[in-house]
């Protein structure tokens, strides 16, 4: 069975970093597109970047381009978020994405909640 599961979500203080982490299981991860969604209350989830199977990356909001950082390791099927100088806005719960579109392959994680805050 095909899934992501996220982890390293958590409170941190305004200026703050976090790395979230999400590995992936039953499905050939390196074929795969990987992103990190995020949504906040009250809004639509949203791209917060998208690394692809050849590494290229791709960033969704501009104001999140030169905080969060999108890598990935196949080797250990992982994909992980490097978050630096968290401000209050980006608290919203976290997803990880596989998705293989050529295909249709299209897997969500649970998510994990992070919370910016003094």
């Known amino acids: 069975q095909a899934q992501v599961v996220e982890s390293g979500g958590g409170l941190v203080q305004p200026g703050g970093s976090l790395r979230l982490s999400c590995i992936g299981s039953?499905?050939?991860?390196?074929?795969?597109?990987m992103s990190w969604y995020r949504q906040a209350p009250g809004k639509e989830r949203e791209l917060v970047a998208s690394?692809?199977?050849?590494?290229?990356?791709?960033n969704g909001a501009d104001s999140l381009k030169d905080r969060f950082t999108i890598s990935r390791d196949d080797a250990k099927r992982t994909v992980h978020l490097q978050m630096n100088s968290l401000q209050p806005e980006d608290t919203a719960v976290y997803y990880c994405?596989?998705?293989?579109?050529?295909?249709?392959?299209?897997?969500w994680g649970q998510g994990t909640q992070v919370t910016v805050s003094s």
């Open positions: 994405n596989a998705r293989w579109s050529q295909y249709g392959y299209d897997y």
């Open positions: 690394v692809d199977s050849a590494g290229r990356r791709t």
């Open positions: 039953g499905f050939t991860f390196g074929r795969f597109t």
